[in-house]
């Protein structure tokens, strides 16, 4: 493996006890327990419709807005119950951040995006404190070179992986604890993708990182633990370095050599 | 023989070219439609197309150029004495030639002078229609025949058909370009008769209307005077008060329901909403005149305000509940259009639905909301039954609400009715008021037609 340590024994993060998830009367997902650990990355792997993407949604209750979405089971950040009654949805995604598949900056100026999350959650006291909130994330999503002079411009003039990369640093800018990525690269050509799972891997450093991706290799090379989901069933997980050099899985061993999926 | 009669002949004929073609398709491929390029029916419809698109646009421009020829063969015929007539009367001879000729006089009671000219109408109009029977048949003979010949196995009758095809949809879609043109280059015109007798500065810019003409010389009172601006004031006056009630309902109910109204709500209250539009404006008059209007008076007088019993503001608050759903159905479109990847980026952020729809999804629609915007107000510029009946005709300038005011669409309709001169220049007002409203909607339309469109591309 190339991180070159595994993550077996971090403190958990977020974690999931047999959590099933319905659309309506079709279930989605059925008992899934999955650890999330702390200031890692977790790779969630497996074919179209096999629910990793759900799961993901589930982490910070995306689903809520999906019409006829249900949630069964116990979801935990930290000691917090996400599905307790008492969870004001608007804290929990302050605290788990979301990037999404396509690049979605709002029609705004760039500074206006980024400034977007503290604005609503008056993270910033003065005109200073924002700016200064805008320029650190810009910095860790690794954009502000690119765009440090040009702030008053729209956000969606960037180029996609400019955009996708506007988009984490918007994330980044409420300080979230965690962060879930659902397949950031698919929109992206292969050196914006390449910029941003250079970007993930810096950002393990600080902060916990769930990311769904169709692409093997990408889960090999950014993540430190790999959770293989089939048909809403979640099938293995492991050190990235087990799950793809030793799985003990059939269906895993089929999936990441290519046999189906 | 008549000539509808001759007209279903045509269709008939065509159809059995239809079969013929069909027939001979399949014919010259031993009967195997594998054998031919295109299907049976095509060459159907080539054949048909051969006898049917010459003979019937034939049919159609004989018929339509007929009369006029036929009445420029008999003014010629016309006996001396009469040619020398002056030129109202020779049309009024004219047609009276034509109702005998037409049987709505009948022979025996005409004028015994016009007789033999009614009867030179009659023969010529005979021989006309019997050698329209033979130019058409033959014509549609002929174009069968052609249209037989040309089938052969290889022959590209589908390739040629949908030609055809695409030529008639070009002509469906130019129909209404033209028919716009003619009106614009009518109501061009009569404003012109117009201006030649109005300076058009004292038009746009003059502040008295009385339209008044007088029709004899010794007449009192009628000077005419033709300054629009209290017109234009009163349309701006009552637009304004149509939109203030328009605009933040239409809106907010657009926001109501394409944000937060569960679907099976909005699937009951949208229609509902849209019915508003459907409700024809005489109705609205009625409410407006009837309960509005003296309620808006009886309020008015609670508060110790003088409201005239035709008030702008009653005609106002109608239009604008006309004109909500004009607000609020495009708005609605405009916000459901903002793609949801927005909103889940918002709600992703920790941000509240209202949040969500202040912050971005208003912003991001802004362009849609405003081109309906402007389309309800071109819509209020153009209202007419609503003000005839709310807000009377008296044209005064102001900016009280509460006083009377009149608009150019009840003008022009005030103009029109009644009997006129159509020379006189207080009927042209009407054409010369109904362009000025025109040039000014259609630029309005044209602005928010564009704001809509650079909108479509941002999120394509």
């Known amino acids: ?261 | 023989m008549s000539t509808s009669l001759l007209f279903a002949v045509l269709l008939i004929l065509s159809l059995g070219g239809y079969l013929l073609g069909r027939r001979r398709a399949l014919g010259a491929a031993g009967g195997k439609i594998t054998g031919l390029h295109s299907l049976p029916t095509f060459y159907g419809w080539y054949v048909v197309i051969w006898c049917g698109l010459p003979s019937l646009l034939l049919f159609g421009l004989w018929v339509a150029a007929e009369d006029s020829i036929v009445r420029v063969l008999v003014q010629n015929a016309l006996p001396p004495e009469m040619l020398s007539l002056r030129a109202d009367q020779l049309s009024l001879l004219m047609s009276n030639v034509r109702n005998v000729a037409y049987g709505l006089v009948p022979m025996d009671h005409a004028d015994p002078q016009l007789r033999p000219i009614a009867e030179h109408y009659i023969t010529l109009h005979q021989i006309s229609t019997a050698a329209l029977w033979v130019v058409a048949l033959v014509l549609l003979i002929a174009g069968m025949l052609s249209g037989l010949r040309r089938i052969s196995p290889e022959f590209r009758a589908r390739n040629r058909v949908e030609q055809v095809a695409q030529w008639l949809l070009i002509t469906a879609s130019t129909l209404a370009v033209f028919t716009t043109i003619g009106i614009v280059l009518s109501l061009v015109f009569e404003a012109a008769r117009f201006f030649a007798k109005i300076n058009a500065l004292e038009f746009l810019f003059g502040l008295t209307w009385s339209p008044q003409m007088a029709i004899r010389v010794d007449q009192v009172g009628s000077s005419g005077a033709f300054g629009a601006v209290p017109l234009f004031a009163g349309t701006l006056l009552i637009a304004a008060i149509a939109m203030i009630v328009a605009v933040p309902v239409g809106l907010m109910s657009a926001v109501y329901m394409a944000e937060y109204a569960p679907q099976n709500l909005r699937a009951w209250v949208k229609p509902a909403l849209e019915v508003l539009a459907g409700i024809p404006t005489v109705v609205y008059g009625f409410f407006a005149a009837l309960t509005v209007a003296p309620f808006v008076q009886q309020a008015g007088s609670a508060l110790g305000l003088e409201v005239a019993s035709q008030s702008a503001l009653a005609a106002g608050l109608v239009m604008g509940i006309m004109i909500i759903p004009f607000v609020s159905s495009l708005s609605d479109d405009v916000i459901n259009a903002v793609p949801q990847s927005l909103r889940d980026g918002s709600y992703g952020l920790g941000a509240t639905q209202s949040e969500t729809i202040r912050k971005v999804i208003l912003p991001a629609a802004l362009p849609g909301i405003a081109a309906s915007v402007i389309l309800a107000f071109s819509r209020a510029l153009g209202e007419t039954m609503i003000v005839v009946m709310a807000a009377g005709l008296a044209a005064n300038i102001t900016a009280n609400p509460l006083a009377a005011v009149s608009t150019v669409t009840v003008h022009i309709a005030a103009l029109l009715v009644g009997d006129q001169e159509f020379d006189s220049p207080k009927t042209l007002a009407a054409f010369a008021l109904g362009l000025v409203l025109f040039i000014v909607t259609l630029a309005l339309n044209i602005i928010a037609l564009n704001i809509v469109k650079k909108y479509r591309e941002q999120y394509d």
């Open chain 1, 1 to 261: 493996m190339q991180n070159g340590y595994s993550t077996s024994n971090a403190p958990v993060k977020m974690s999931a006890r047999k959590v099933d998830v319905f659309y309506g009367d079709k279930q989605a997902l059925k008992g899934i327990d999955l650890d999330v650990p702390a200031r890692s990355v977790t790779a969630l792997i497996g074919p179209s419709g096999c629910g990793k993407s759900t799961f993901l949604r589930s982490l910070n209750r995306m689903n809520d807005t999906v019409r006829g979405c249900r949630v069964q089971g116990e979801i935990k950040l930290d000691t917090l119950d996400v599905y307790d009654n008492s969870v004001d949805v608007v804290q929990l995604r302050a605290r788990v951040g979301m990037v999404f598949q396509k690049p979605n900056p709002f029609p705004k100026s760039i500074y206006e995006n980024v400034a977007y999350g503290p604005r609503i959650h008056g993270l910033a006291e003065s005109r200073e404190e924002l700016d200064a909130i805008v320029e650190k994330s810009l910095k860790q999503a690794g954009l502000w070179k690119e765009v440090g002079d040009r702030l008053a411009e729209g956000g969606t003039g960037l180029s996609g992986g400019q955009q996708q990369r506007l988009c984490i640093a918007r994330a980044l800018a409420v300080s979230p604890e965690v962060i879930l990525m659902d397949e950031p690269c698919s929109a992206l050509d292969p050196i914006a993708t390449a910029h941003i799972e250079e970007l993930i891997d810096e950002l393990r450093e600080e902060y916990t990182i769930v990311i769904v991706t169709h692409s093997m290799q990408q889960a090999a090379r950014v993540s430190q633990r790999t959770a293989f989901f089939h048909l809403g069933i979640l099938v293995e997980t492991g050190d990235t370095k087990t799950i793809f050099t030793n799985p003990s899985d059939e269906r895993t061993q089929g999936y990441i050599t290519g046999r189906f999926g």
